[in-house]
């Protein structure tokens, strides 16, 4: 074989093993583009949320401001209940917004545009920090012990004061040490995944039993008992082991003919069920939480 076919073969070779590499096959099918992923459009859209201090009491006066690029607008400050909006704002795949008022520690909060329903709306939770140290609550096992207020008379006797056992852990969530959660435990108590919470706000402290995380008590004989409500108290020692402090709030109570349904409550059982039913609200209910 001549020099110029062993050339030319070396070549073809050469070249076919090119071809291979390139991810072409013998049959000519193109490769396959790879897939690029839809930019993100901004889109005009409504933003509001509520700013509470971190004892959940709603701050007035909070400056708040879009800070992206090109989103950025003119601030907003929050009314008398801590609530704030921008209408017409021009939102990219997220939104950061910074909130600031004299005395508080300044936050910045991220909204990711997945989260915008489908009228390009969103809502969102801010809580400010006071400069002042938290005063200190230590985690760990107390008794928890609730009263209602002695104008309850409609309310069974043995039923106006409720003792449980309680856990107080931080909010993971949280660096600083101004939210807790607790956990409570009692023989009729019904398991609820939303729980109380405790919040610290330089010197005050405040509970909150409401609405989902309020306690549920399912007793003997069909009969049921829900609490809920709220209460600030201030500490001048730290750290703290008692805390004795009134919430206003409401007792429900009520007795019913058979067992009460999954998604019930007193209120909104069938009245054919109901043999009895009271409530009671009151800004003098008790809260007494004890270190064991």
């Known amino acids: 074989m001549s020099k110029r076919v062993c050339v030319s073969v070396f070549l073809l070779t050469a070249f076919a093993l090119f071809i291979g590499a390139c991810g072409h096959s013998p049959s000519g099918n193109s490769p396959v583009a790879p897939t690029v992923p ?6 005009v859209a409504r933003i509001w949320g ?28 929050s009314d008398a209940n801590g ?11 997220t939104v950061t917004l910074r909130a600031t008022k004299e005395g508080y520690v300044t936050a910045t909060r991220t909204l990711d545009q997945r989260l915008f329903s489908g009228g390009n709306m969103a809502g969102i939770g801010i809580n400010l920090e006071p400069l002042v140290p938290p005063v200190k609550i230590e985690a760990g096992d107390y008794t928890l012990t609730l009263i209602a207020d002695s104008a309850c008379a409609d309310i069974p006797n043995d039923l106006r004061t409720r003792i449980y056992g309680a856990t107080i852990t931080p909010e ?26 405790i919040g610290i706000a330089g010197n005050d402290l405040a509970f909150e ?15 049921y008992l829900q609490i809920a409500g709220a209460g600030v108290t201030s500490v001048e020692t730290s750290p703290v082991s008692t805390i004795s402090t009134r919430f206003g709030g409401v ?24 043999i009895t039913r009271s409530t009671c609200v009151s800004k003098n209910n008790q809260l007494i939480l004890t270190r064991r």
């Open 209 to 223: 039993f409401a609405e989902e995380g309020s306690l549920y008590e399912h007793l003997p004989h069909f009969t």
């Open 50 to 77: 509520v700013i509470n201090d971190t004892a959940f009491r709603p701050l007035a006066g909070v400056r708040v401001e879009i800070i992206d690029e090109p989103q950025a607008s003119a601030p907003v400050v």
């Open 251 to 274: 007792f429900e109570y009520c007795v019913l003919k058979s067992e009460m349904g999954r998604y019930s409550n007193c209120i909104t059982s069938p009245p054919d069920q109901v």
């Open 172 to 197: 993971s969530t949280v660096a600083t040490n101004t939210q807790y959660h607790l956990t409570l435990s009692g023989p009729f108590l019904t398991p609820n995944p939303f729980l109380p919470r």
């Open 83 to 93: 609530v704030f909006s921008f209408s017409g704002a021009l939102v990219g795949a």
């Open 38 to 43: 839809t930019p993100v459009q901004n889109v």
